[in-house]
């Protein structure tokens, strides 16, 4: 089953069209969406469109740039909210030293409290790490019982080192497809059973889409980048991301 594991379908950029952007991704044979949840609004979102459609999940978080609005009742609406079981995963969460939206110590504190409601709530976390790779390792250290994925990896071998050897997983985007993309060792060293695809719509769309507005019917476009950097066929591949999707997010994506 081909799965797309990361889409911001809350994002503006589908306003107009949403419904019809979906209907593209089932007919282009994607079998399930998870959406991402990096705000209460974007995560609201989500769990609407999960109530109508059982092939698409959603996730619970609060993005790094938003850090700096942490309250007591964030974290009870978080703590709820990842009860629910249209919320496959807690994020996308994790700290971002690029942008700097919010002081680097509250992301960090922030992060972690994420992270202990993931693994009170027994869901996986996706992370963003921009800039901040020793950092994030550090978290994910400090947290051996929750699983991660490291979303749209394009960080330096000593976090992939870390998150593999904790026993994480890896997404790969479509930037796997940029001609800057320089990072196809790491594509490779990724265990088959770790290994996961995505888009990030709207955004890094795959060439020949570069340029324009990314949707979750190209998730196709980088598993056959993927496959073609491992020496693989397409179809087994995307075969063997599916089935580690349905295990690292469970019931709600093993059974679409």
């Not at 974290?75 to 919010?102: F, K, M, N």
């Not at 088959?192 to 979750?216: F, I, K, Q, S, W």
């Not at 599916?242 to 059974?255: K, L, T």
Request: hydrophobic share 40%; glycine share 10%.
């Amino acid at each position: 089953m081909l799965v797309d594991t990361h889409c911001h379908l809350g994002d503006a950029a589908f306003s107009a069209d949403r419904a019809e952007v979906t209907g593209r991704a089932f007919d282009a044979g994607v079998g399930h969406l998870v959406v991402v949840g990096e705000s209460r609004a974007s995560t609201e979102l989500g769990l609407a469109l999960a109530a109508g459609e059982s092939r698409i999940s959603t996730t619970a978080g609060l993005h790094p740039h938003d850090a700096r609005t942490w309250t007591d009742e964030t974290e009870a609406w978080l703590s709820s909210t990842l009860q629910d079981p249209r919320v496959v995963a807690c994020g996308e969460i994790g700290l971002d030293y690029h942008y700097d939206h919010s002081p680097r110590d509250t992301q960090r504190r922030v992060f972690e409290r994420q992270m202990a409601l993931a693994g009170a709530a027994g869901k996986p976390v996706v992370i963003h790490a921009r800039e901040a790779d020793a950092d994030v390792a550090a978290v994910l250290r400090a947290f051996p019982g929750v699983t991660a994925i490291l979303h749209s990896f394009s960080s330096g071998a000593d976090l992939f080192d870390a998150g593999v050897g904790l026993g994480h997983y890896v997404s790969f985007s479509g930037m796997v497809t940029f001609r800057s993309w320089n990072l196809d060792d790491l594509v490779r060293a990724t265990p088959t059973d770790r290994l996961l695809v995505e888009t990030d719509a709207p955004y890094l769309a795959p060439v020949p889409h570069r340029g324009h507005r990314n949707e979750p019917a190209f998730v196709r476009l980088v598993a056959e980048r993927v496959a073609t950097v491992r020496g693989e066929g397409a179809g087994g591949l995307i075969e063997r991301t599916g089935a580690n999707a349905g295990r690292v997010f469970g019931p709600r994506v093993q059974s679409a």
